[in-house]
């Protein structure tokens, strides 16, 4: 019996190893589109430019933002420079730093490497991106919208600023070479059909991520756009609001004006507030949204009037040493 114990035992080790060694080495398994070339021109860098920086917000991460003032604008010249640190402090798995995307480091990639990377989560070596970068919101944009943040990128001043290696703890090291799937790109909506428009950029914004709960890492799908997700900070925690048009902890109150008003409040840079240093800020870069045109926020606004309301009382900012209330 012991004998028929140890072979099972160790038929059990060697199908695990080779799982293992499968995971680590043969996957992602996502093809590259070798021949795209996206055509730069001002159109395309334009579109480009305020897609990455008002409404996908490439530039939010993937360059240095200023946390001595309310919301962490960008410092000016560090644009897709990368070097953004995310670590357990924050609930990451392990140790990560954004990437430098500006033309620099990019010279050697493809169109379709960076298409890929951009919609897939898998880099020029073939290496799994964590989905700190909302990469499968991304994949599901229109073709010609990410070619114009390619453009856009292609566009940037060369920044020479090398970035560590990311370094993930066990099992998520594993893990993240499943993540990465094929890109189901979707198709732009004309901007008349508003609501389907709306849905389309709340998609490109990634707005679920952060407006929804988590548990093990994953959306909690019957909670999305309630708010109550938890970012750590180095004073404290920022909570993402309830989206949802519930009347007493969304904004089912709110109208489409005081939608549209509540992001154009922080569209001047010189009035941000300068924060204390043991302040609480808030990671929602609302210095960047604010330059999303009127009409966009409008179809925003009312795709999200369109959702299910549920009920979810937040407590934005809960400062280091303050005990959790209920939500």
């Known amino acids: 019996m012991k004998r028929v114990l140890l072979i099972l035992l160790g038929l059990l080790i060697v199908i695990i190893g080779a799982v293992a060694i499968y995971v680590k080495f043969a996957l992602p398994k996502v093809p590259l589109m070798s021949d795209i070339k996206v055509d730069i021109t001002p159109e395309r860098i334009k579109r480009g430019e305020y897609l990455a920086n008002h409404v996908s917000l490439c530039m939010d991460c993937h360059s240095t933002r200023d946390w001595s003032k309310f919301s962490g604008p960008l410092v000016p010249g560090t644009l897709g420079k990368g070097g953004e640190y995310f670590d357990e402090k924050t609930d990451m798995p392990g140790k990560l730093y954004s990437k430098n995307i500006t033309p620099y480091n990019l010279k050697d990639w493809t169109d379709g490497e960076i298409f890929r990377t951009i919609t897939s989560g898998v880099t020029k070596n073939n290496e799994a991106l964590f989905p700190?970068?909302?990469?499968?919101?991304?994949?599901?944009?229109?073709?010609?919208?990410?070619?114009?943040?390619?453009?856009?990128?292609?566009?940037?001043?060369?920044?020479?600023?090398?970035?560590?290696?990311?370094?993930?703890?066990f099992p998520m090291n594993f893990i993240v070479n499943t993540i990465p799937k094929d890109a189901h790109l979707g198709i732009k909506p004309k901007k008349s059909d508003t609501l389907s428009y709306g849905a389309y950029l709340t998609n490109a914004a990634a707005c679920m991520e952060c407006h929804t709960q988590v548990k093990q890492g994953q959306i909690i799908p019957e909670l999305a756009f309630a708010g109550g997700r938890e970012f750590k900070g180095p004073n404290g925690s920022t909570v993402s609001a309830n989206i949802t048009p519930h009347l007493g902890s969304g904004i089912g109150k709110w109208s489409s004006d005081d939608f549209v008003e509540r992001f154009k409040a922080y569209n001047n840079l010189d009035s941000l507030p300068q924060l204390a240093p043991k302040a609480v800020n808030t990671i929602m870069p609302w210095y960047m949204l604010s330059g999303m045109e009127e009409d966009d926020l409008v179809a925003i606004y009312k795709y999200l009037q369109s959702l299910k309301p549920i009920e979810n009382k937040v407590e934005h900012f809960r400062p280091l040493g303050i005990a959790r209330s209920a939500d």
């Open 132 to 169: 700190l970068m909302p990469y499968p919101y991304y994949g599901k944009m229109d073709r010609e919208d990410i070619y114009d943040i390619i453009a856009y990128i292609r566009s940037l001043q060369p920044i020479d600023n090398p970035n560590p290696d990311h370094s993930l703890d």
